[in-house]
């Protein structure tokens, strides 16, 4: 994909399962397929957009990328100072030297600031932990410079997190994120726990911070717009696989995978108490795939056949740009009647 | 959650209490809310009282809390007093006890007379006692003469009962106190490896724990305590009984424990911590113990009334704490008689009703802390 460009991060059938093993020993092995098999190249610089319904496995991908979960399988390459580093097998002491690349900004920042510790504290944490800094002063310039950076006052360096409003959190949890100049950020919906003013807010510091330090972001989302809004690539997932990837154009004008054309239909409009009931519908999904071939999201398909419970389509390009991955049998069906579709509409 | 923006509008009215409350930390906040719970302040006050007691009891107590006083069994309470029918006295003082024999029985029985007085003096000598560490002889008040006084009277070996209740007030708290201590030292560390671990550690640990859970307490406090040599001094049973709490207590702390680390450690700030590389030790000191060390406070005081319960208990039934050492389980022992409680219930009542105030206030302090622990949440 994409093979003229600079490509920062490589994952390959990436695989990260939850254990829902019950019983004393543990005896009765289940699992969850959280991300099943996919496979990504972010390119430096740019902004890969994943897209998906709640509960489909996009945070579980990040903090994979992180290694905040274990993998279950795959590879996961760096591009760092000219060599490719696979990190899924690495110690955490090993994947030290790449923790101050990699940064991940979370989707609730009254959940991912701790309220015990100062504003000060919590940015200079990565710089102590990771940092060469050894001076408190020296760290406190820093962390200074970054706040400054991100729109924060000065003055609540000192304060608890607990003065601040969700969007205030989030810029500061942007800040941590920035101040050990990563190359790489993991945004996990940064803006869906805020209200609308501030999301615009946000995004745009988040735009403006990646133009001045050459960021690559990984921006998870399910709200369509916002992805849109920031993206130069968009993916789109069903149930821990890719189903679509191509450029933003691509999939918001020509979306050919029937799951994207029902999310694009639909444009989710999840609320908190859904959240819920989407999880246990795609839990109960994964778990109904754990040992099934054939594809995804057949049962909610209207171009289904016999042959889709039986194979699973993997991604492959339609145009001759190479830049439009589908991952569907039938995809020439579907763009067919897109076609007549929209022909009817004229 | 505390809005920015309810909180700009009241930084109007007083702005430099507000900057005090953005920077106050999480203690200073959890005490602020702690102080509008009126039950918990009393609470805080009734212990505050009983601890203040239990240390200061050599000081505080007249008479020697094992001295015997044949000449004054079961005594009435000798009550200060500043006026009666002989008129005032600036100086507090209390009636003399003469004892008479019953005609029928012919059993001593000490009764107040009115007609003679014994004053009391502050910060006279009297028999040596120690408070940490430091001996002394100076107590708070007590007579001249050195004639005994009985504010509460006496029990059946005519041991002043006042200086009782002081000692075991003490005993009973120091021994709650140092039972938790020992549980959630054990809990703490058996505990937190389970949480933080997980996996095939923490399963062992469970299945340990629950063995130890499992075992019914009264057969085992009661083998347990049997096992203590006849010989052993009172300072060592003592310790055993510490010991013996502590030991049984931990499992339910334990798991608790457990549970907070399983909960907060999948919390996104722990996972941000993660990110940016912070150590075991470091994530486990400024980040796991710090968001739950006040529900373990809560904890710690909850299980205080099972610690001072089963000391009382045990030592109720004859298997804990002995004479000499005096405890609230050792008083309500020696007030079993039936004789006892028809003659003088205050030697059954006055302990009861400590022991009764002692564990209700805890149970509001756990209450009030409770609330208070979560100082984000409800706004001040
Ligand atoms: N710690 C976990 N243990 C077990 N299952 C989990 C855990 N975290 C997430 N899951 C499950 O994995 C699936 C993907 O979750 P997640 O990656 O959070 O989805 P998304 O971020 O797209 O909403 C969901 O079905 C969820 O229930
Ligand atoms: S492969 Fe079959 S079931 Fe899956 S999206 Fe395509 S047509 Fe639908
Ligand atoms: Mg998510």
Same mark, same amino acid.
């Given at each position: ?23 004393? *020993? ?68 090993? *994947? ?22 100062? $504003? ?131 999939? *918001? ?16 409009? $999840? ?47 339609? &145009? ?8 569907? &049998? ?17 | ?104 029985? #012919? ?58 209740? #002081? ?214």
């Amino acid at each position: 994909m994409y093979e003229n460009k600079d490509v920062l991060l490589s994952i390959k059938d990436l695989k990260v399962y939850y254990s829902t093993s019950k019983g004393i *020993f543990k005896n009765s092995a289940g699992y969850i397929k959280a991300v099943d098999g996919v496979n990504l190249n972010i390119y430096r610089g740019q902004t890969l957009g994943l897209v998906g319904e709640s509960g489909c496995g996009k945070t579980t991908l990040g903090k994979g990328i992180l290694k905040l979960v274990k993998p279950f399988g795959g590879n996961i390459y760096f591009n760092i100072d000219g060599n490719s580093h696979d990190t899924i097998n690495l110690h955490e002491k090993e *994947f030290r030297s790449f923790r101050k690349q990699v940064q991940m900004i979370f989707q609730d920042p009254y959940a991912s600031l701790n309220p015990r510790m100062t $504003v000060r504290d919590i940015i200079a944490e990565p710089l102590i932990c990771l940092g060469s800094m050894k001076s408190t002063n020296e760290i406190d310039k820093k962390v200074y410079e970054v706040a400054v950076m991100c729109n924060l006052h000065p003055e609540h360096l000192s304060r608890f997190p607990h003065a601040f409003s969700g969007g205030q959190r989030q810029r500061i949890a942007i800040a941590r994120a920035l101040v050990l100049n990563p190359s790489f950020i993991v945004c996990d919906e940064p803006v869906s726990a805020l209200d609308v003013s501030t999301q615009a807010n946000i995004l745009n510091l988040l735009i403006k911070l990646k133009k001045d330090f050459g960021l690559t972001y990984l921006f998870i989302g399910h709200d369509l717009n916002v992805v849109a809004y920031i993206s130069d690539i968009v993916a789109v997932m069903h149930i821990g696989k890719i189903m679509e990837i191509g450029t933003t154009d691509d999939i *918001f004008n020509n979306p050919t995978h029937p799951y994207t054309r029902l999310l694009l239909r639909s444009v989710p409009d $999840v609320d908190k108490e859904n959240i819920k009931k989407l999880r246990m519908f795609s839990r109960a999904f994964s778990e109904k795939f754990t040992n099934s071939h054939g594809c995804n999201f057949r049962s909610r398909c209207e171009y289904a056949k016999e042959i889709c419970n039986k194979t699973a389509p993997s991604l492959r390009t339609l &145009n001759s740009k190479n830049e439009h991955f589908v991952a569907c &049998n039938f995809a020439e069906d579907v763009i067919v009647s897109e076609y007549f579709y929209k022909k009817k509409a004229v | 959650m505390i809005s920015f923006d309810s909180l700009f509008q009241r930084s109007k009215r007083s702005p430099s209490k507000e900057k005090d409350y953005y920077a106050a930390n999480y203690w200073q906040l959890v005490w602020k809310h702690f102080l509008r719970h009126k039950t918990g302040r009393l609470g805080i006050f009734v212990l505050g009282f009983m601890a203040f007691c239990g240390i200061f009891a050599g000081f505080l107590s007249p008479v020697n809390p094992n001295g015997l006083d044949s000449m004054a069994i079961l005594a009435p309470s000798q009550m200060p007093r500043f006026w009666d029918s002989n008129g005032f006295s600036v100086r507090p003082f209390v009636y003399a006890i003469t004892t008479k024999r019953d005609p029928v029985t #012919l059993r001593p029985i000490a009764q107040l007379n009115p007609s003679k007085r014994i004053y009391i003096y502050f910060f006279v000598s009297g028999f040596k006692y120690k408070i940490l560490g430091i001996k002394s002889n100076t107590h708070f008040f007590g007579t001249k003469d050195g004639r005994k006084i009985h504010i509460l009277g006496t029990d059946e070996l005519g041991r002043d009962f006042f200086s009782r209740m #002081l000692y075991a007030t003490g005993v009973s708290l120091s021994i709650g106190a140092t039972g938790v201590l020992i549980a959630f030292v054990l809990a703490l560390i058996i505990g937190g490896i389970s949480g933080y671990f997980g996996g095939i550690v923490d399963n062992i640990i469970q299945r340990l724990t629950e063995i130890v859970r499992v075992i019914p307490v009264i057969p085992l406090y009661m083998g347990l305590a049997a096992a203590f040599p006849k010989d052993w001094s009172s300072a060592q049973i003592y310790f055993a009984m510490t010991l013996i709490l502590g030991l049984v207590g931990w499992p339910t702390l334990s798991r608790r424990i457990r549970s907070q680390f399983l909960m907060i450690k999948n919390e996104d700030y722990v996972l941000a911590a993660r990110v940016a590389g912070a150590s075991h030790k470091r994530i486990i000191l400024r980040h796991l113990l710090p968001s739950f060390i006040s529900y373990i406070i809560i904890d710690l005081v909850i299980s205080f009334p099972y610690m001072i319960l089963s000391e009382t208990a045990l030592s109720f039934i004859g298997l804990g704490l002995r004479p000499p050492t005096i405890s609230w389980g050792v008083l309500l022992q020696s007030a079993q008689s039936i004789k006892i409680i028809e003659e003088t219930p205050r030697l059954l009542f006055i302990p009861a009703f400590f022991i009764f105030a002692a564990i209700l206030s805890f149970v509001v302090i756990g209450d009030a802390l409770r609330d208070a622990s979560n100082p984000y949440e409800n706004q001040l």
